[in-house]
């Protein structure tokens, strides 16, 4: 992945839950929750974690999956993902 901004991974985030998922831009929040508010089920999680590693080449681990609770979460897992990444290419 090309050197990207914390700004440009967020709203390439904010790209593909709108997009992919049809989460209205609205509900896109930091603080938002994945289940209880903007309402993702485990197949649109999974909808979004492929669409995520395909579109910004970053990896996400079990580990960080299960780590993630709101949006702010999954945002802040793609920017260190993004920087280890940056890194060791």
């Not at 209880?36 to 669409?51: E, K, M, N, P, R």
């Not at 979460?73 to 060791?88: A, N, P, R, W, Y």
């Amino acid at each position: 992945m090309e050197p990207s901004s914390r700004p440009t991974i967020s709203a390439e985030l904010t790209e593909i839950l709108c997009e992919d998922l049809r989460i209205d831009v609205s509900r896109i929040r930091r603080e938002s929750r994945l289940i209880s508010d903007v309402c993702l089920d485990w197949i649109g999680f999974a909808i979004a974690v492929v669409a995520i590693e395909d579109k910004l080449r970053i990896h996400l681990s079990e580990q960080d999956l299960l780590s993630i609770n709101t949006i702010g979460d999954l945002d802040d897992i793609l920017h260190v993902q993004h920087l280890i990444e940056s890194l060791s290419a």
